[in-house]
């Protein structure tokens, strides 16, 4: 499948993990355009999970410090754990690895 910006890409990948949470019985949404301190949120029962999606295509998954502070703040006011969802390309598909990010001063 080819993409006519990294946009379009990243979007299809956020779809993509959302369809596999949703396989185990999760509810999912998607930040509007992909803005905001997550770009999933999804809950199953009493559970709240608030996502960033990254995706490289070499493995190398960097979430810079802002973004991971917005992250847990998001997550801490929304009473929600936050989740590093890192993409990563390889032979014949695409390999999810998820991340929960411990915030050691407000846990």
């Keep these: 499948m080819k993409f006519d910006n990294f946009y379009d890409l990243g979007r299809h990948i956020e779809i993509q993990v959302c ?3 949703q396989s185990f019985g999760w509810s999912t949404y998607l930040s509007p355009g992909s803005r905001g301190p997550a770009d999933i949120y999804a ?3 009493s559970q709240k999970w ?5 995706y490289r295509s ?8 802002f973004e ?3 992250l847990l703040q998001y ?9 590093l969802a890192a ?3 390889y032979p014949g ?13 407000n846990s």
């Design 43 to 45: 809950n199953k029962e």
């Design 75 to 83: 997550s801490k006011n929304s009473n929600a754990k936050p989740i």
């Design 50 to 54: 608030c996502i960033q999606v990254k």
């Design 19 to 21: 369809e596999i949470l």
């Design 68 to 70: 991971e502070s917005k």
């Design 58 to 65: 070499n493995g190398v998954i960097p979430l810079p410090n």
């Design 93 to 105: 598909g695409l390999l999810l690895n998820a991340y929960n990010y411990r915030d050691k001063i």
């Design 87 to 89: 993409v990563c390309r």
